[in-house]
């Protein structure tokens, strides 16, 4: 639902299960975090520039290492992320 890259060397994606493309258009960053509020959301955290082919609407597999800060929607440690065709 979202890419953020901060300026630590370390970028978030913004993973939504069960949303579409057309669910998240037009939204502003505050929606779309109620959205991945009210829908198991969660932000995921990776080094910049290693997965280049993900951009907002890509359908992903998320394979993350177990570690996670409480926050709401939670952050959460990344070991692998697989685009995939929907």
Known sequence: MDIKENQNGRSQILVVPNISKEDISNKEEEELIKIAQE???A????ET???KELEVGTYVIVYWNGNQLDSDPPQRGIER????SK
């Open 39 to 41: 829908n198991d959301g």
């Open 43 to 46: 932000y995921y955290g990776y």
């Open 49 to 51: 520039g290693k997965y």
């Open 81 to 84: 992320v697989d685009a995939v």
